[in-house]
């Protein structure tokens, strides 16, 4: 026997010099082909239940699937396309795994609050940000340690809370009107030119916003829910959020091509590649950052029971098996996972809230006289930093030295002169008031709506055993995918979804919440059969009316819903009404030409509100309709973003006149 494997393995084989690496190459088919029958025979035998009654687009890859199609960058559309076409539930397949794509409400609640079990693509954003092995309370697939996490930290973020943790925001945006404003110094000369076409009422510069929003928020999160004294002196802090950021990234593609996770986490690599050797030295930069942090948190005192906030919620966590107080290694992940989701989700929103008020300029206005007619970040809100060395020279004078002239002036900064300014927490806004203005909240949740940054999450794994949903039974082991984005933009839950329109939210307090199946335009069909939309009405298929006796489900979820919904949706909503409303009222925002949907866009965004010609309306003369630009400038990244976002800001009248400088 040996002899013969010594013929076939070597060069006096029937092919010669190419003997060994033929058998080697055949050993290797053998073996995927025996993966391949481990993995399909049973696919063909094991029962499917009403998985097969249930509608598919096309398979593009026999062996593939649908793969393909979510590989592009706004895949969300393109399932929103299916969503229209195959109804509010129906299939698809990414190589053997079957996924039951779901936009209909009443399904999705009882996913949402029935099936706990998440799929191992947060394991996998948690393990490409924390290393191998890193889960987070996001992550997990074992219910013990979230149940642990979930409960020691939620009531870290009560209103109570965050209202203390409001003072890390306003020093957060602080640092953002300041850096705003030097740009202004800096390029106004550069870019008065270029922008004649937006000029009328004072001067306009371009921002790229993108990086300013990202670390704002960023150093909210550390200075609000962790009390950091000043997240700006950490080590490591200016590359934080790009490091996180391309690691999302990189686990966003993961999640939609198996090959390349598989990839990533081979030895081979980082030596193959300088992508995923670059990734691998962000990980780690990241895990060091996050762990000093833990540590900085473990190292204080032992909180009072009724201490709270998260840093002593985190502070008195304990292993769910041992019971013993964790380290900062052990700690690491839950504080990276509260880092990533209080900074990359807020930082989307609101700039996508600048996008949409870009695009329809009346209601960016309307939004502006509001807070103007509230006081919102009006007359002293703004102060210089240099306020208490101002404070220092008036003491020195009264001691009878003579103070230095940029003493007096305050160093000569102020705003608009280049010198940071901070925000008065005396005089500014607070939660509670940012929460009663009607037009900002209403901006605020038809942004929300339309492009929510939490579009394709939400997925769940059916248990180990057949699951009846919506009147369907289906197989253990399928994801289950409520998808949000489908949620919010299906013809069947929103009348006109593509419009932006904020009277669904003035005129109706309960517009979050699902209408009856009866009240919706939906077209007559049972599951697995396609839907055509001329005119016909009924039902779709759902829980049945008996389930439907209960309080309806919501329709809007941009922070999910059920026991997993986001624990920190108090602080995030909090963050993005402070962020919004101090833009808003200091500044007209508009798109930058570069963008590829200039003031043609916004124009006949403005036209189709008062028309209800809606987002089919043409841009930049006709170059595609709105929403195809807008697909075309996103990207998704775990969490679903615009790939730049570039602004002309100017001055509104009379702002900075009352800043105190």
């Given amino acids: 026997m040996w002899d013969s494997l010594s013929f076939y393995y070597s060069s006096s084989g029937p092919a010669g010099a190419w003997t060994p690496f033929l058998a080697v190459l055949l050993n290797l088919l053998g073996v995927i082909l025996a993966l391949a029958l481990t993995k399909g025979l049973p696919l063909l035998f094991k029962p499917t239940y009403d998985l ?52 209909d409400p009443w399904v999705a609640a009882q996913v949402l609050a029935t099936v706990p079990r998440r799929t191992h693509n947060y394991s996998l954003v948690d393990e490409v940000l924390g290393g191998p092995g890193k889960v987070s309370m996001f992550g997990t697939l074992d219910e013990a340690h979230w149940r642990n996490v979930r409960k020691t930290t939620a009531p870290a973020f009560s209103m109570t809370n965050v209202r203390r943790y409001y003072g890390g925001v306003l020093s957060a945006a602080g640092e953002l009107l300041t850096s705003l404003e030097r740009h202004l110094d800096q390029n106004l000369d550069r870019d008065r030119h270029q922008l004649e076409a937006y000029g009328g009422g004072g001067c306009c510069w371009v921002v790229d916003v993108e990086a300013p929003l990202q670390r704002m928020m960023l150093r909210a999160t550390l200075e609000g829910l962790f009390e950091v004294p000043d997240a700006r002196d950490l080590p490591g802090f200016d590359l934080l959020a790009p490091r996180i950021l391309s690691l999302m990234a990189e686990a966003n593609r993961q999640i939609t091509d198996p090959i390349r996770a598989a990839w990533f986490r081979s030895p081979l690599a980082p030596l193959m590649s300088k992508h995923v050797a670059e990734c691998r030295r962000a ?249 055509q939309r001329q005119g016909q009405a009924g039902r779709v298929p759902g829980p049945g009316p008996a389930a439907e006796e209960g309080p309806a489900p919501r329709r809007f979820m941009p922070f999910g819903e059920g026991p997993k919904n986001c624990v920190g949706q108090n602080f995030g909503i909090t963050v993005v009404r402070a962020t919004v409303a101090l833009l808003l009222s200091r500044y007209r925002v508009a798109l930058h030409p570069d963008m590829g949907v200039g003031p043609a866009a916004a124009a006949a965004a403005a036209e189709g509100e008062g028309k209800g010609s809606g987002i089919s309306s043409s841009c930049n003369g006709g170059s595609g309709s709105l929403a195809a630009r807008t697909a075309a400038l996103t990207r998704v990244a775990v969490v679903t973003k615009l790939a730049r976002l570039r602004l002309v800001l100017s001055r509104r009248e009379g702002e900075g006149e009352g800043d105190e400088a």
């Fill in 52 to 103: 097969r009654k249930l509608p598919s687009p096309p398979v593009g890859d026999l062996i593939l699937g649908h793969a393909k199609s979510l590989l592009r960058p706004d895949y969300h559309r393109v399932i929103l396309d299916w969503t229209r076409k195959y109804g509010s539930i129906f299939r698809l397949r990414i190589l053997t795994q079957w996924t039951v794509v779901i936009t």
């Fill in 283 to 531: 990980t780690r930069e990241v895990v060091a950052f996050h762990t000093r942090t833990a540590a900085r948190l473990l190292a204080r005192p032992d909180p009072s029971p009724d201490n709270t906030l998260l840093w002593a919620c985190l502070h008195r966590l304990r292993h769910p098996t041992t019971g013993r107080k964790l380290s900062p290694t052990q700690l690491h992940p839950e504080v990276g996972m509260y880092t990533t989701a209080g900074f990359d989700t807020t930082a989307s929103t609101v700039g996508w809230c600048l996008y949409a008020a870009s695009l329809h300029p009346q209601q960016q206005e309307r939004v502006a006289a509001e807070l103007r007619a509230a006081g919102v970040f009006g007359r002293g809100a703004v102060v210089p930093e240099q306020r208490e060395e101002e404070r220092e020279a008036q003491e020195a004078r009264g001691r009878g030295r003579a103070a230095e002239p940029s003493e007096a002036a305050g160093g000569g900064k102020g705003r608009g002169t280049g010198g940071a300014v901070r925000l008065d927490p005396r005089v500014a806004p607070g939660p509670d008031e940012l929460a009663r203005l009607p037009l900002l909240n209403a901006f605020i949740n038809e942004t929300m709506r339309l492009y929510p940054s939490t579009a394709v999450s939400a997925e769940r794994t059916s248990p180990d055993h057949p699951v009846r949903l919506g009147g369907l039974t289906l197989p253990p082991g399928v994801v289950l995918w409520p998808l949000v984005y489908g949620l919010h933009m299906s013809e069947d839950n929103w009348e006109q979804p593509e419009e932006f329109r904020l009277e669904r939210w003035l005129d109706d307090p309960h517009c979050a919440l699902a209408r009856p199946t009866g009240d919706r335009v939906v077209s007559e069909q049972q599951p697995g059969q396609s839907r």
